[in-house]
């Protein structure tokens, strides 16, 4: 045998005992010890996004009998209970659009529910531009930056007492017609006797959730009680794509505290 031929077994034979003491070293490590880029296959994934959009009638007529101040209260409540909702597989997002006076304003951007410390009290005043409210709507829920398309499908809460005083039908229609606003839930709520019930009609989407009627603030309050609870069991659920009706049938007052409104 040669010197290059002893060279290379020996060389080979070398290669082949680290080989083997670098496998069984490998097989003795610590699992704590195991590469980095292997444990990010077991990171949790990050929580979908599921928004939540409220339309709120902000006009003149709604400082009256007090419902101003009920709808302030039951929303600070729905907020207050989606922040405390785990996030394990979807966040609770919430957007508030108020129509009063001549336009439809932006009162709080789409933000988690976790990350909302408070939130300005609505004020009553002027005429009822809800087709501007269903402009901002439709604006909002075509905006890939603020909805991402892994988002869930969003939730719409209409809430008024009177009539539209601005031209509503093809903002509406365009709403309607929008992607998201098709695939998104779609409830109502009329206040009072003034509320133009045909037309809250047209927005709502759920056949099994018609236009709500509230007479009084335990009325409003149950409202936004049961749209709450039917989000809070979406996002907690195996399935939080999947749409749930309002359980509008339920005995809440045990869970609301109605004499302070």
């Known amino acids: 045998m040669g010197w290059a031929s002893y060279e290379e077994d020996n060389s080979s034979r070398f290669h082949q005992a680290t080989v083997i003491r670098r496998k069984e070293h490998d097989a003795l490590m610590p699992k704590e010890e195991a590469p980095a880029t292997k444990l990010k296959a077991f990171a949790a994934p990050e929580p979908r996004p599921l928004p939540v959009i409220v339309l709120a009638d902000v006009s003149g007529s709604m ?22 909702e785990s996030r394990l ?75 539209p005083t601005d031209e509503w039908e093809m903002a509406l229609e365009a709403l309607k ?35 709500f009627e509230a007479d009084g603030a335990r009325d409003i309050v149950k409202f936004f009680k049961a749209v709450t609870m039917s989000v809070v069991a979406r996002s907690g659920s195996v399935s939080p794509d999947q749409p749930l009706p309002l359980d ?5 007052s045990d869970d609301l505290d109605l004499d302070a409104l």
Not at 63 to 84: P, R, Y
Not at 123 to 133: L, Q, V
Not at 179 to 207: C, H, P, S
């Open 248 to 252: 509008l049938g339920s005995d809440l």
């Open 89 to 163: 597989r979807a966040e609770i997002q919430v957007g508030l659009i108020t129509f009063g006076g001549e336009v439809a304003k932006e009162h709080l951007p789409l933000v988690p529910a976790n990350r909302i410390a408070g939130v300005e009290a609505f004020k009553a005043a002027g005429r009822t531009p809800m087709g501007s409210a269903f402009e901002l709507a439709c604006k909002l829920l075509e905006d890939k930056q603020q909805i991402p398309s892994r988002a869930y499908r969003p939730v719409l809460v209409l809430v008024s007492d009177g009539a």
């Open 63 to 84: 400082s009256e009998n007090g419902k101003i101040a009920v709808l302030n209260d039951a929303l600070k409540s729905m907020i207050i209970s989606f922040s405390k």
């Open 177 to 211: 017609a929008s992607e998201r606003a098709q695939k998104a839930t779609r409830f109502a709520v009329a206040i009072g006797a003034g509320a133009d019930r045909a037309m809250l009609g047209q927005f709502v989407n759920d056949r099994e959730t018609p236009v």
